[in-house]
């Protein structure tokens, strides 16, 4: 019953926001970029459900641009990521030895920062844009793929099926990629969606602090960020920002949930 009403509402909630950020690519209410200075800071209204903001851009176009390039940065951050620290936990679990020693040595060091904090000096350096923050989300989140893979990989590398594979003179290369990557799915599944969501809450971290998608462009972070002098005059400018990524997070958190259990029976509680 948990199961099924957590990968509901999480599979709803999930639904609406990539819907909305599919459906901003070739629609919105009004132009999202779009300066009206006589509209500005006006309430919600039958012309703008969600108000306006300080230069009169209509609120809700803005929500769902924002959606857009808050799931395409998570996505890519994800995608990124999950390369990356596969290939790094598939051959440090699978080599052993000097290899997997030097590779974790490495890992681990990048492990010790926080993600946003190594992901703030990244971007300090790189400077605020799409790109630059999907880097530097996907380096950041790159050493904890690599853990988790490289766990799987240790258990799945002693099976039978793996030494039979070695005995009939395949190659480690082919091994790794047909028999042992496969077994690191289900929990690459679950830590992904996981990713996703932590992606979407730091980007708009990073946006909030100026250090993402610079503006004009929106996300829900910059709108937030452009919200707090107008807290007490509008304050729907931050509550819808806020209320997505909140909903957003509920989301991926109850999906991951679900997927957790399915994929996994012996977390699911008794």
Same mark, same amino acid.
């Given at each position: 019953? =948990? ?13 609406? %926001? ?19 200075? =006589? ?15 300080? %230069?009169?851009?209509? %609120? &809700? ?5 924002? /959606?857009?390039?808050? #799931? ?5 951050? +994800?995608?990124?990521?999950? +390369? ?14 000097? &290899?997997? =020693? ?14 946003? @904090?190594?992901?703030?000096? @990244? ?9 630059? $923050? +999907?880097? /530097?989300?996907? @380096? ?9 893979? =490289? ?28 028999? &042992?990557?496969?077994?690191? %799915?289900?929990? !690459? ?10 992606? $979407?809450?730091?980007?708009? *971290?990073?946006?909030? !602090? ?16 452009? *919200?707090?002098?107008? !807290?007490?005059?509008? &304050? ?7 209320? #997505? ?26």
């Amino acid at each position: 019953m =948990r199961l099924r009403l957590n990968a509901l509402i999480g599979g709803t909630l999930m639904a609406l %926001v990539v819907g909305t950020a599919v459906t901003s690519a070739f629609w919105t209410p009004q132009n999202p970029l779009r300066i009206a200075m =006589r509209a500005r800071l006006n309430a919600p209204s039958a012309a703008h459900w969600l108000g306006t903001d300080e %230069v009169g851009r209509d %609120v &809700v176009s803005r929500l769902m641009a924002g /959606a857009g390039t808050s #799931c395409l940065v998570a996505a890519l951050t +994800v995608l990124a990521a999950v +390369v990356l620290g596969s290939l790094i936990g598939l051959v440090a679990g699978f080599a052993r030895g000097w &290899v997997d =020693r030097v590779l974790m040595l490495v890992n681990d060091a990048l492990l010790a920062f926080p993600g946003i @904090l190594l992901a703030l000096g @990244l971007l300090a350096v790189m400077g605020p844009s799409q790109w630059g $923050i +999907v880097t /530097a989300l996907g @380096l950041a989140y790159t050493p904890t793929v690599a853990r988790i893979v =490289r766990g799987a990989v240790l258990s799945i590398r002693e099976r039978e099926f793996v030494e039979a594979s070695r005995s009939i003179g395949n190659s480690d290369a082919y091994t790794m990629w047909r028999h &042992v990557l496969p077994g690191t %799915v289900s929990p !690459l599944i679950v830590l992904a969606t996981s990713l996703f969501g932590w992606a $979407i809450l730091a980007e708009s *971290a990073l946006s909030f !602090l100026g250090l993402g998608v610079p503006p004009p462009a929106p996300t829900w972070g910059n709108m937030l960020s452009a *919200a707090r002098p107008y !807290l007490e005059t509008a &304050v729907w400018l931050s509550l819808a920002p806020g209320a #997505c990524i909140a909903l957003t997070l509920l989301g991926v958190n109850l999906l991951g949930d679900a997927l957790r259990d399915h994929l996994d029976p012996r977390s699911s509680p008794q």
